[in-house]
């Protein structure tokens, strides 16, 4: 298998204050033209990805599916078909927006939140027992608004503490296990200023105990909405 640990990427360029204003206005074509001539102009394909992202399609030209094949092992490290980690990503105006990934133990996900094609990331999903590498490392994610973790294993939360998602409005936790106090440890632990919804399961044994260990530790999070489901035994 491919061994995302042992990567190495080709340098890629990186503007801090077209990334701030990016960020502030994804949409706007203007100032997706201008990040897209400062890319261009030093080589870095990200730019014509960009351009070509932001216009109509040409009817006969090339595709941007073809274009991110031919540049996927410069961005990511891996050649495009090598991984099955990869079940979906959504990209608009040169960079990932959305993204479903499933881990396997060769596959540490936590390496590719620094990457710059991810540092737009949106929209996150891990699934099928994700493990706690794939929550190292969020904090490089700025603009992640929804995450959602599913089948995670005791613990894995873990690595969410000490960690600032300073845009994430949407949490969805569904643990086979149930929330447990640990969990709920972790979670006082993260800085969330953004966040609004906060959904997840508890096991019948021991549900009203960890339910009101969490109702405390959101008083952190006085706008949160929480939905907290019961599980069958």
Known sequence: GVILKAMTFSPEAIHRELDALLRAHFDDPVTVSVYSDWLEERGDPRGELMRMQ???PIEGGPTDGAFIDRHWERWFGVPPAAPNMWNGLSWSSGFVREATFYRTAEHPLSRLWALPVMRFLKNLTLLARAGPLAFEGLWQLPCLQVLRGDALNPGDLAALAGQRLPALESLTLELPAGLRDDDVRALQR??????????????PVGA??????????????????????LDDE
């Open 208 to 229: 009203s105990a960890v339910a009101g260990a969490l109702v405390r530790a959101l008083t952190r999070w006085p706008a949160v909405t929480t939905r907290l489901e």
């Open 190 to 203: 993260v800085e969330l200023p953004a966040l609004r919804t906060l959904c997840c399961n508890l096991r």
């Open 54 to 56: 932001s216009q109509p």
